[in-house]
């Protein structure tokens, strides 16, 4: 396959979400992606509707492992020239989605992306312009390199293109984003009671800034051993900052 039509597939992939629908999700941009093939190939109109038609069966996962599976179902696809193995592609698809969805979801949008806002919310509680581009920097790289490197781990690998993701482990990465996410917020917290009770603090030797820390870690550690989800905590934590913010500007 010419690497021209690898780019346009991976490219298209990007548009997973264009066409969303209630019906059948994220089918319309699935085959989307899939058309290059189409074409580079130059099937017959028959072969063409045949892997269009099972391309736009039901299919949902997240977006940003979308380029995984789609390099992974070009490569099957490939095998057969697009003219066999369809019950092999659907059920590499119908396999992969799901898990590929969970592991998206606990990853990028229940701790990358707060991480990822935390750290800009802290930077521009410091005063730096730069806070929302660091957002990006910290989020941007990450799920385009799992778009690239999936895609073509996927293609190279087939049906063993799940391996790659499997080796990240990135739900234990996860855990250790939550908790660095915390701790994040615990140095917030530490930042603003200092900036609020500075005059008391200089005659108490900081007694009340390692108050307020313990203060939030110990019931964090209770939460977490009742089974309370830690991004739970982490919102939960940074709604308690915004009523203290608040309050401190009622009182100056």
Known sequence: MKKSTLIKIFLRSFFIHAALNFRRMQNLGFALAIIPLIREWRL????S?????RHLQMYNSHPYFSAPLIGSVVCLEE???GKGNASGVIALKQGLMGPYAAIGDIFFWSALRPFAAIVAVYLAFMGFIIAPLAFLVIYTPAHFWLRA???IEGYRRGKQGIEFIRAMDLPRVSVKLRWLSLLTLIVLAIWLTYGWYWPFIADTSGIIVKSAALAFILPSFFLIKKGVSQIHIIYGAFVIFLLIISCRELFN
């Open 49 to 53: 509707e045949l892997m269009l038609t």
């Open 44 to 47: 017959q109109e028959k072969d």
């Open 79 to 81: 095998e057969s020239s």
């Open 149 to 151: 490197k999936g895609f």
